[in-house]
């Protein structure tokens, strides 16, 4: 095993050149401390995220951990697969700070940091919510858009906003708002959302007045103000009668960052060359997604993209192609990227000239060996059955077997008599029932077992907080301190302009 000292990394990483660093602990373990460039590749799902996020078996990876020897792991399992150039940091997380180095804590860091840079470099305007409040009451014509996924919508948002995510906004906002006397007001939940959102406007160059909320839900309840839940409001389907401003529009921005476009088949001939990591993400939401795809392209929405790139790119210098059915999505998300910096980043004009794939993007993962299953109806007429259960933490809590036990692979407790296990997505179902001897798998999961109308228990302090190593849990999340956390992640989101510029390894507009 091969390992690398803080200060050689910092030196590959001021170097430049395809570098990609793995964390290997679980996503709540990651967050509460680890490099800037690192990306969450947690041992529990290994098989499932490794060769998405290495495209390129020669690229050179470091595996990172908070000294549990996680890492060590994750760089003997990379090696096994074919990884020719895999070190470990040695030392660790703890090791890079001794040597003075900065930690983050958090996740998406990049992303949210970059979002502030953006605040700082373009002078997005932003509201407070009392101003924002004075604005519904003086019925002035605007309309509040909410750049989150659905399913974070849905939890909260401010009275009266529409759903549209940040991918989209540039590609809708003509038939959303025809009007350019009408003030458009984009939220998240905190902060970088809200901005980026309402800079791609601006950048596009929508003529209204545009403006961010600032610190959006929470900031809104914090302020004493009421947030809506369980709303569904969202733009219309389909291709928007506007496609063709938007298309005016995200054509400047994307020429202005250097966005570079190629043909689909200058694109598959990338994907084919293995001298060069290469990532190709179809930015579009899920359902066009699924309806036909370049094959060998995976799905990451736009906003999503932009603001969460550890979750789709590892690997610094790498070349990031991005597609959509008409540009427009493509090359919002391309421009910023360009911003971002890193990276050489493509958009393919042709996307749907030639054969398509259809349906979900699902990772590549041999190891994955079908472990015997059992329906939900024969499980719950068993007794002395252990149900495993490795959902995340939080949504565990939501709604579960009774009965059952939450786990994370690799770290399920022994237990007395058969076991059971299930999982949202069954290929991490079957991977850790070949761990349990004679474990068998839920057909279905626990949809299937709430779809045959059997009951669900729910427990908000099951797990507790200080459990939930699987998930860095947000202010929202928490069981306590809800109000001191909401306060801590808006400075922590502020304040990583400095720490950014303390570390000294971001990039930001220096394409």
């Known amino acids: 095993m091969r390992f690398v000292t803080s200060a050689d990394l910092k030196a590959w990483i001021s170097r430049g050149g395809e570098l990609a660093i793995l964390d290997a602990r679980e996503e709540g373990e990651f967050g509460h401390g680890h490099l800037f460039w690192a990306v969450p590749c947690p041992l529990s799902k290994k098989e499932l995220r490794a060769r998405a996020l290495l495209p390129r078996r020669a690229t050179r990876v470091v595996c990172v951990d908070g000294g549990e020897g996680h890492a060590a792991k994750l760089a003997e399992y990379l090696t096994s697969i074919g990884y020719a150039d895999v070190h470990v940091l040695k030392g660790g997380t703890p090791a890079w700070k001794a040597a003075g180095h900065v930690v983050f804590t958090g996740v998406h860091v990049p992303s949210k940091a970059f979002g502030e840079w953006v605040e700082h470099h373009y002078g997005t305007e932003s509201v407070d919510p009392p101003e924002l409040q004075a604005m519904v009451d003086s019925g002035r014509p605007m309309v509040i858009l909410d750049s989150r996924p659905?399913?974070?919508?849905?939890?909260?948002?401010?009275?009266?906003?529409?759903?549209?995510?940040?991918?989209e906004l540039a590609y809708r906002i003509g038939d959303l708002v025809p009007d350019a006397e009408t003030t458009i007001v984009v939220n998240c939940a905190g902060r970088t959302r809200s901005i980026m959102g309402a800079e791609s406007l601006r950048r596009a160059g929508v003529p209204n007045r545009i403006v961010a909320l600032r610190n959006g839900t929470m900031g809104w309840e914090l302020a004493g103000f009421t947030v809506e839940r369980g709303q569904t409001r969202s733009y219309a389907p389909g291709t928007p009668?506007?496609?063709?401003?938007?298309?005016?529009?995200?054509?400047?921005?994307?020429?202005?960052?250097?966005?570079?476009?190629?043909?689909?088949?200058?694109?598959?001939?990338?994907?084919?060359?293995?001298?060069?990591?290469t990532y190709a993400l179809d930015v579009r939401a899920a359902e066009e997604y699924a309806a036909g795809h370049i094959p060998g392209f995976r799905h990451a929405p736009g906003g999503q993209l932009v603001q969460a790139t550890d979750q789709w790119i590892a690997v610094r210098g790498a070349r990031v192609i991005l597609a959509d059915d008409d540009t427009v999505r493509a090359r919002m998300s391309a421009a910023w990227l360009r911003q971002m910096g890193g990276w050489e980043v493509y958009v393919v004009q042709d996307t749907l000239k030639g054969a398509l794939a259809t349906g979900p993007w699902k990772p590549e993962a041999p190891e994955v060996k079908l472990a015997p299953a059992i329906t939900s109806q024969a499980l719950a007429a068993e007794t002395g059955v252990t149900v495993?259960?490795?959902?995340?933490?939080?949504?565990?809590?939501?709604?579960?077997?009774?009965?059952?036990?939450?786990?994370?692979?690799?770290?399920?407790?022994?237990?007395?008599?058969?076991?059971?296990?299930?999982?949202?997505?069954?290929?991490?179902?079957?991977?850790?029932?070949?761990?349990?001897?004679?474990?068998?798998?839920?057909?279905?999961?626990?949809?299937?077992?709430?779809?045959a109308?059997?009951?669900?228990?729910?427990?908000?302090?099951?797990?507790?907080?200080?459990?939930?190593?699987?998930?860095?849990?947000?202010?929202?999340?928490?069981?306590?301190?809800?109000?001191?956390?909401?306060?801590?992640?808006?400075?922590?989101?502020?304040?990583?302009?400095?720490?950014?510029?303390?570390?000294?390894?971001?990039?930001?507009?220096?394409w």
Not at 495 to 502: A, C, G, I, S, T
């Open 388 to 451: 495993v259960d490795l959902t995340r933490s939080i949504d565990f809590r939501a709604g579960h077997i009774p009965g059952s036990v939450w786990a994370v692979r690799g770290r399920i407790p022994k237990t007395d008599g058969p076991v059971v296990v299930t999982a949202p997505d069954p290929m991490v179902a079957h991977l850790a029932a070949a761990e349990v001897p004679g474990a068998r798998v839920l057909e279905g999961g626990v949809a299937a077992w709430k779809a």
């Open 241 to 277: 009668k506007s496609a063709g401003l938007a298309l005016q529009r995200a054509t400047a921005f994307a020429a202005e960052n250097g966005v570079k476009l190629i043909s689909r088949a200058a694109a598959e001939a990338m994907l084919a060359d293995d001298s060069r990591t």
């Open 150 to 167: 659905m399913d974070e919508y849905v939890k909260m948002t401010i009275p009266g906003a529409v759903n549209v995510p940040g991918g």
């Open 453 to 510: 109308g059997l009951p669900v228990a729910a427990d908000r302090q099951t797990p507790p907080d200080e459990a939930c190593v699987d998930w860095y849990l947000r202010p929202y999340d928490r069981n306590s301190g809800v109000e001191a956390a909401m306060h801590a992640y808006l400075s922590w989101e502020i304040d990583l302009v400095h720490e950014v510029e303390r570390d000294g390894d971001s990039r930001f507009g220096a």
